[in-house]
């Protein structure tokens, strides 16, 4: 079971914020004393923050979700919903944050550093914070913001003063043990050790803390062993110590070999920007296990030619303790040197110099994006996006203030600029999750119309006033209409359906009266037969 983690990656939802209420005060004789509904609470914060007393990110291997709590909806009687708690998460010193694209947010390399990494959603406003002398009685209230959500990527690098490389078996684990309280595991097989050790080692008034770290082997910083697991810890290491095993009997090993392996390996980690090489830093020798006669002999064959290379060379036995004396003395000397030299460097940062954002900056972009029935305008912005987000699109009087707002960033205006005209499709938000809307421009002035170009009015090229042809073919139109009625009105005189001039209307028809001469030639005809 895993009891060191270094890397893990958190699933992070912070409290969403409380929507506005909307609410008017009604008492006796008092119906409509005006609006009296509250705020919303803001939603509770995500943040990290940089404990001393945390050494690995274990808890949040076995739990990576983690979220806040929300905020409380606004009530009447001018009562605002209670703020989300914002949640505290505890990193290791020397936890670097990145983002799902590797880009990293903060080094927690220093205690207390805190870190908003998932801020909570902004409390909507209730109607009585909307009221003004031109809306007295708002019937509509802002909604809650979301948190944030997503990933980010944790990474631990150990924080030591001094760290020990060396490779495997060479009694990095025995030397740590021996000099400090530490107590890591210590066996005779390799890779002995799978997670860093730290401990704190004393010398006089000095006092600096001691990694030890997995082996290491030919290959490492490609990957081979442990190696990557290894070298991420050597980072932030003021002082190198090599560990050389003087008692090994592993066919074709040797101090020497062992040594510029190491060397080669270390040369070939890049290390962040803004920090020294490895092979830069300080670096020290210990030949281990001279309690060995055969390994005594050995130590002291090789210290002239490591002194040779510059190296200070130590001869200790992690048994016997001997020589730990006045190497950890001499690691102390070095850990003070590189601790001057950081807090010169410190001295020499520049101020950090916060400008505030101009004034004529709306905070949004336009873009122009092509589709298959015409341009499409998306509007992208921290203001307008949450402003979205804030607006209960079920109600007219909240749409029209999202409009009044857009309008007075200036929106409407960069939408004219790019060439929107009314009806085109703009999307405000990215993605699929942004809102469209059919563009229709509100208008303060009949000028806002003239979208022609400098120097030009489309208007003068429009005009309602008929022409002479028009008019006589509207005159001759009614003529002939006339003239077609009395024509109709003539073919039904013919007919009887109507009484000539003198003639009484009878009121039968010419049916009628043909159906009553039919009997009487019938009856004369029977009569002549007779």
Same mark, same amino acid.
């Given at each position: 079971?895993?009891?060191?983690?270094?890397?893990?990656?958190?699933?992070?939802?912070?409290?969403?914020?409380?929507?506005?209420?909307?609410?008017?005060?009604?008492?006796?004789?008092?119906?409509?004393?005006?609006?009296?509904?509250?705020?919303?609470?803001?939603?509770?914060?995500?943040?990290?923050?940089?404990?001393?007393?945390?050494?690995?990110?274990?808890?949040?291997?076995?739990?990576?979700?983690?979220?806040?709590?929300?905020?409380?909806?606004?009530?009447?009687?001018?009562?605002?919903?209670?703020?989300?708690?914002?949640?505290?998460?505890?990193?290791?010193?020397?936890?670097?944050?990145?983002?799902?694209?590797?880009?990293?947010?903060?080094?927690?390399?220093?205690?207390?550093?805190?870190?908003?990494?998932?801020?909570?959603?902004?409390?909507?406003?209730?109607?009585?914070?909307?009221?003004?002398?031109?809306?007295?009685?708002?019937?509509?209230?802002?909604?809650?913001?979301?948190?944030?959500?997503?990933?980010?990527?944790?990474?631990?690098?150990?924080?030591?003063?001094?760290?020990?490389?060396?490779?495997?078996?060479?009694?990095?684990?025995?030397?740590?043990?021996?000099?400090?309280?530490?107590?890591?595991?210590?066996?005779?097989?390799?890779?002995?050790?799978?997670?860093?050790?730290?401990?704190?080692?004393?010398?006089?008034?000095?006092?600096?803390?001691?990694?030890?770290?997995?082996?290491?082997?030919?290959?490492?910083?490609?990957?081979?062993?442990?190696?990557?697991?290894?070298?991420?810890?050597?980072?932030?290491?003021?002082?190198?110590?090599?560990?050389?095993?003087?008692?090994?009997?592993?066919?074709?090993?040797?101090?020497?070999?062992?040594?510029?392996?190491?060397?080669?390996?270390?040369?070939?980690?890049?290390?962040?920007?803004?920090?020294?090489?490895?092979?830069?830093?300080?670096?020290?020798?210990?030949?281990?296990?001279?309690?060995?006669? %055969? $390994? =005594?002999?050995?130590?002291?064959? +090789? /210290? !002239?030619?490591?002194?040779?290379? &510059?190296?200070? *060379?130590?001869?200790?036995?992690?048994?016997?303790?001997?020589?730990?004396?006045?190497?950890?003395?001499?690691?102390?000397?070095?850990?003070?040197?590189?601790?001057?030299?950081?807090?010169?460097? %410190? $001295? =020499?940062?520049?101020?950090?110099? +916060? /400008? !505030?954002?101009?004034?004529?900056? &709306?905070?949004? *972009?336009?873009?122009?994006?092509?589709?298959?029935?015409?341009?499409?305008?998306?509007?992208?912005?921290?203001?307008?996006?949450?402003?979205?987000?804030?607006?209960?699109?079920?109600?007219?009087?909240?749409?029209?203030?999202?409009?009044?707002? +857009?309008?007075?960033?200036?929106?409407?205006?960069?939408?004219?600029?790019?060439?929107?005209?009314?009806?085109?499709?703009?999307?405000?938000?990215?993605?699929?999750?942004?809102?469209?809307?059919?563009?229709?421009?509100?208008?303060?002035?009949?000028?806002?119309?003239?979208?022609?170009?400098?120097?030009?009015?489309?208007?003068?090229?429009?005009?309602?006033?008929?022409?002479?042809?028009?008019?006589?073919?509207?005159?001759?139109?009614?003529?002939?209409?006339?003239?077609?009625?009395?024509?109709?009105?003539?073919?039904?005189?013919?007919?009887?359906?109507?009484?000539?001039?003198?003639?009484?209307?009878?009121?039968?028809?010419?049916?009628?009266?043909?159906?009553?001469?039919?009997?009487?030639?019938?009856?004369?005809?029977?009569?002549?037969?007779?």
């Amino acid at each position: 079971m895993a009891t060191f983690v270094d890397h893990v990656t958190l699933h992070l939802r912070a409290g969403n914020g409380g929507d506005g209420c909307v609410s008017v005060k009604r008492e006796k004789f008092k119906p409509l004393a005006g609006p009296d509904g509250g705020n919303g609470g803001s939603g509770g914060d995500l943040v990290l923050v940089a404990d001393p007393q945390t050494t690995t990110l274990l808890g949040y291997h076995r739990s990576p979700h983690r979220t806040s709590d929300n905020g409380g909806p606004g009530m009447g009687d001018h009562r605002n919903g209670h703020n989300g708690e914002m949640r505290e998460l505890m990193v290791p010193l020397g936890t670097v944050v990145k983002d799902v694209d590797g880009n990293e947010l903060m080094d927690m390399n220093e205690p207390g550093l805190r870190l908003i990494v998932a801020p909570g959603g902004q409390g909507g406003l209730g109607n009585a914070a909307l009221a003004s002398l031109k809306r007295k009685a708002p019937g509509f209230a802002l909604l809650g913001t979301h948190g944030w959500e997503g990933d980010v990527y944790l990474e631990l690098k150990t924080v030591a003063d001094v760290a020990l490389v060396g490779y495997p078996s060479a009694g990095k684990s025995s030397l740590i043990a021996a000099m400090s309280a530490a107590r890591p595991k210590i066996a005779d097989y390799p890779f002995t050790t799978l997670q860093p050790n730290l401990g704190v080692v004393q010398a006089g008034e000095t006092r600096y803390t001691m990694a030890d770290v997995p082996g290491l082997i030919e290959g490492a910083s490609e990957g081979k062993g442990l190696g990557l697991e290894f070298l991420r810890h050597v980072e932030r290491c003021t002082a190198l110590l090599h560990v050389l095993d003087c008692a090994t009997l592993d066919p074709g090993r040797d101090p020497i070999s062992d040594l510029d392996i190491i060397l080669g390996e270390l040369a070939a980690y890049p290390v962040p920007e803004g920090q020294k090489p490895l092979l830069e830093r300080p670096q020290l020798i210990a030949l281990n296990k001279i309690d060995v006669p %055969e $390994a =005594r002999e050995l130590a002291e064959f +090789l /210290r !002239p030619d490591l002194e040779a290379r &510059g190296y200070r *060379v130590f001869e200790i036995s992690t048994v016997t303790h001997e020589g730990l004396k006045q190497l950890n003395y001499a690691l102390a000397e070095t850990v003070e040197a590189g601790r001057a030299e950081v807090a010169a460097a %410190e $001295a =020499r940062k520049p101020r950090i110099v +916060l /400008r !505030p954002v101009a004034v004529d900056d &709306g905070g949004f *972009v336009i873009k122009v994006e092509g589709g298959t029935f015409g341009n499409t305008y998306r509007i992208l912005g921290t203001k307008p996006e949450r402003w979205v987000q804030q607006t209960n699109f079920t109600n007219d009087e909240a749409v029209g203030f999202l409009a009044d707002r +857009l309008a007075k960033l200036g929106v409407e205006n960069e939408l004219f600029r790019v060439g929107a005209v009314a009806g085109s499709t703009v999307i405000i938000g990215p993605g699929n999750s942004g809102v469209v809307f059919d563009w229709e421009p509100t208008l303060t002035s009949t000028a806002e119309l003239i979208t022609a170009p400098r120097g030009t009015d489309t208007r003068l090229d429009e005009s309602t006033r008929r022409t002479s042809n028009q008019r006589r073919e509207e005159y001759f139109g009614r003529m002939d209409a006339k003239a077609a009625a009395r024509a109709e009105l003539i073919r039904e005189r013919e007919a009887g359906l109507w009484p000539s001039d003198g003639e009484e209307f009878s009121g039968k028809s010419a049916s009628d009266s043909s159906d009553a001469s039919v009997p009487a030639a019938a009856n004369s005809q029977e009569g002549d037969s007779e």
